[in-house]
């Protein structure tokens, strides 16, 4: 699953990405983001923001020239409607700015979009696994996975409001076992 194509112009190639670094028979199990409904909301706002600055301004324009009042008072809210915008286009863009990659030797968590931070994680340090979701998340099929490491110079992962978590958590599960299995038959 080398590509994160379901998002709307986004589409990353994390095998050829410069900040994973894949050894030569390491394959990407499984890439993604956080689930689109939890931007929904706050992308609706926005919208709804934004046009009612059009429609105040649609209603203001007549209602100033009527009057003889000053024309640039009628555009007034169209700031509403560039905060709407802006606020919108800044959510999706913090939205895509996170990415979750686990490959057949590795988990990585990317943050950012022109400045950058990876978290990488060897398998072999992963203790154990877990998911929680509310009632809510279980309705829209996303929630959290949460990765437990070894050692006291690593950190715990959280992959936050990922969709299908049980798929997701089950991909880790079978890769710790092929990695037990493969640590028990190679001492």
């Known amino acids: 699953m080398p590509r994160s194509s ?6 990353e190639n994390v095998e050829e990405a410069d900040w994973i670094h894949l050894t030569e028979n390491e394959t990407v ?3 993604g983001r956080p689930s689109p409904y939890t931007i929904t909301v706050a992308i609706a706002v ?7 600055g059009l429609l105040l301004t649609g209603w203001l324009v007549p209602v ?21 915008l802006l ?7 913090n939205w895509i700015r996170l990415l979750y990659v686990i490959t057949d030797e590795e988990i990585y968590v990317k943050r950012g979009l022109v400045s950058r931070d990876v978290t990488q994680v060897r398998l072999t340090r992963v203790q154990n696994t877990a998911s929680s979701q509310s009632i809510v998340e279980r309705l829209l099929s996303y929630g959290d996975i949460k990765i437990f490491t070894a050692g006291t110079s690593t950190e715990d992962l959280v992959f936050k409001s990922v969709p299908h978590p049980e798929r997701v958590k ?11 299995r ?3 038959t190679n001492p």
Request: net charge negative.
């Open 6 to 11: 379901w998002l709307p112009g986004v589409s």
């Open 29 to 31: 199990r499984w890439t």
């Open 46 to 52: 926005a919208a709804g923001i934004a046009v009612a």
């Open 64 to 84: 100033v020239e009527r009057n003889d009042a000053q024309t640039w008072m009628a555009y007034l809210p169209l700031l509403l409607t560039l905060g709407g």
């Open 87 to 93: 606020s919108a286009i800044w959510t999706y863009l």
């Open 170 to 180: 089950r991909t880790l599960t079978d890769l710790l076992s092929e990695h037990d």
């Open 182 to 184: 493969g640590m028990r």
